[in-house]
T-cell receptor, first 115, second 109 residues
Framework: ETGVTQTPRHLVMGMTNKKSLKCEQHLGHNAMYWYKQSAKKPLELMFVYSLEERVENNSVPSRFSPECPNSSHLFLHLHTLQPEDSALYLC??????????????FGNGTRLTVT | GQNIDQPTEMTATEGAIVQINCTYQTSGFNGLFWYQQHAGEAPTFLSYNVLDGLEEKGRFSSFLSRSKGYSYLLLKELQMKDSASYLCASMDSNYQLIWGAGTKLIIKP
């Protein structure tokens, strides 16, 4: 299996539920990202992990909790979400070295609906 | 502030040529990316420009003018499968990507 895979593809959850999104990359990259994509809005960077350490946390509410157990896996734990959190959540990976530019490789995303 | 502007939606005819423009304002500049995203799918990398000029890749070309803060993506011999959203992103001095909201391209027969 190649590329970046995300599960589940679709998720419907109530505001009191706890769920997790999973991402796995098979590209040998050293950085992984969570993005939020809402209709007609730019991609919003949520978290970045480089060599399994969190290097970015862009003022994301604490109801979103990332976990990166190794360089190939990334999770996003969700709890007590709000309806405005409904969006497409994209995982991406890249080779991240200061001074070098590497394109992001994205997964197909998880379409999240909060009811 | 940092900002990327691109048209929200464009329509073109199969077999024709279309140019999608992008203007950017970022703190520093380390290149300009274009991605293609079909509905319900992952964004996929199309091109990267860091120097002024035109880069050609088959039917797709990307142009950059750093002095004008301007780029465009040129798609030739349009096919129905080119119907997608096209995302422009500028990389700032901290190697952070600043994204546009995307241009939805509709191809008509």
């Amino acid at each position: 299996e190649t590329g970046v895979t995300q599960t589940p593809r679709h998720l419907v959850m109530g505001m009191t539920n706890k769920k997790s999104l999973k991402c796995e990359q098979h590209l040998g990259h050293n950085a992984m990202y969570w993005y939020k994509q809402s209709a007609k809005k730019p991609l919003e960077l949520m978290f970045v992990y480089s060599l399994e350490e969190r290097v970015e946390n862009n003022s994301v509410p604490s109801r979103f909790s990332p976990e990166c157990p190794n360089s190939s896996h990334l999770f996003l734990h969700l709890h007590t979400l709000q309806p405005e959190d409904s969006a497409l959540y994209l995982c991406a990976s890249s080779d991240r070295d200061r001074g070098e530019v590497s394109p992001l490789h994205f997964g197909n995303g998880t379409r999240l609906t909060v009811t | 502030g940092q900002n990327i502007d691109q048209p929200t939606e464009m329509t073109a005819t199969e077999g024709a040529i279309v140019q999608i423009n992008c203007t950017y304002q970022t703190s520093g500049f380390n290149g300009l990316f274009w991605y293609q995203q079909h509905a319900g799918e992952a964004p996929t990398f199309l091109s990267y420009n860091v120097l002024d000029g035109l880069e050609e890749k088959g039917r797709f070309s990307s142009f950059l003018s750093r002095s004008k803060g301007y780029s465009y993506l040129l798609l030739k011999e349009l096919q129905m499968k080119d119907s997608a959203s096209y995302l422009c992103a500028s990389m700032d001095s901290n190697y952070q990507l600043i994204w546009g909201a995307g241009t939805k391209l509709i191809i008509k027969p």
